[in-house]
């Protein structure tokens, strides 16, 4: 009895942090092949993020690498309809680029 237990409980936790990363990365719009797995280095390489991130980060980054490798057919041939790939889509036939509209400046902290 304890014993299924502890296996149920094992699986339900590899189940829940199976691919964190790839899964949000997965939602937004394009990013190119394995989201996920430059996702996590990012957030390793990153000196703001905290130690306890991190931590969770270290743990789910192989379950995250192995969901970007299965999800690699589906990054490789799938369109991105997202908003922001539009917007960029119709700023580029527009000639709509920072050269042309420069962006404005910062205000002064």
Excluded: Q
């Excluded at 964190?20 to 996920?36: A, I, L, N, Q, R």
């Amino acid at each position: 009895m304890m014993k299924n237990i502890l296996v149920s409980a094992l699986l339900s936790g590899m189940v829940l942090l199976s691919g964190c990363s790839s899964v949000m990365s997965h939602t937004g719009g394009k990013e190119g092949v394995y989201p996920g797995t430059k996702a996590s280095s990012t957030m390793l390489a990153n000196d703001n993020t905290g130690i306890g991130l991190k931590s969770l980060v270290v743990l789910d980054m192989p379950f995250t690498a192995i969901m970007d490798t299965l999800l690699l057919p589906w990054d490789i041939f799938r369109t991105d309809k997202s908003v922001k790939s539009r917007v960029e889509k119709s700023e580029r036939d527009s000639l709509a680029t920072n050269s042309v509209i420069p962006p404005a400046p910062m205000p002064v902290r």
